[in-house]
């Protein structure tokens, strides 16, 4: 039962261009969300996160959509650089239990081309 | 300050072997976590330490795999008669208390079960 998904495995876009990784969930409970990102051979790294009460939260070139309606999460990397070249992974976090344990989507591989 | 880091960074066992990866959180973290990623799968959470508290084991895939950690700092994750499909890369993670949400990766230990 995959509760958190990412359906694009892959995602090309040039240099300077939008960038719009998408992620779908399927528990109501889900209250917090992130995106991670991820080099070869390297741990994941924290980029941005949502609570479920906010449409929308942006750090610079980084903004994440929340629809709670649709249950859809959308991450938008503008512009985009070379250096975005990078696996990212959506996450979601059950609100009761404060337990912390992350719940993530199987990853979107993204090449942006000079 | 350091990192999240794990040892072995690399481990190929044969089938039947116990094997003992290791997780040195970041000093002052009291939550820590264990994910692994199967080849082309996202990041399926195994374990959660929190403190003194009771650990969340809910992800454990069998009763082989089992996770200790000793004076709230480092962690062993022990894999017994390890199976080819033990075969990953394992990933520690670990946060603050309030800020369980932003979780800071070690490098990970990539598994070969032959």
């Known amino acids: 039962d995959q509760q958190v998904k990412q359906n694009s495995p892959s995602l090309s876009v040039q240099e300077g261009r939008i960038s719009i990784l998408n992620c779908d969930y399927t528990n109501s409970m889900f209250d917090y969300f992130l995106w991670y990102k991820k080099y070869p051979a390297e741990g994941p790294t924290f980029l941005i996160s949502?609570?479920?009460?906010?449409d929308k939260n942006e750090d610079g070139r980084f903004t994440v959509f929340l629809n709670k309606s649709a249950k859809h999460l959308s991450l938008h990397i503008v512009p985009s650089q070379p250096g975005d070249s990078a696996v990212y992974f959506c996450?979601?976090?059950?609100?009761?239990?404060?337990?912390?344990?992350?719940?993530f989507g199987q990853g979107t591989t993204l090449q942006v081309k000079p | 300050g350091a990192g999240v880091s794990q040892s072995p960074s690399n481990k190929v066992t044969e089938k039947g072997k116990d094997v003992e990866l290791r997780c040195d959180p970041i000093?002052?973290?009291?939550?820590l976590y264990w994910y692994r990623q199967s080849l082309g799968q996202g990041l399926e959470f195994l374990i959660y330490?929190?403190?003194?508290?009771?650990?969340?084991k809910s992800g454990l895939p069998s009763d082989r795999f089992s996770a200790e950690r000793t004076g709230g700092s480092v962690s062993t994750l022990t894999i017994q008669r390890t199976q080819q499909e033990d075969s990953a890369v394992y990933l520690c993670a670990s946060s603050g208390r309030t800020t369980f949400h932003t979780q800071y990766f070690g490098p990970g230990t990539r598994l070969t079960v032959l």
């Open positions: 000093s002052g973290h009291t939550a």
């Open positions: 330490f929190q403190g003194n508290s009771a650990p969340d």
């Open positions: 949502i609570s479920s009460i906010k």
């Open positions: 996450a979601a976090i059950h609100g009761s239990g404060n337990t912390g344990k992350l719940i």
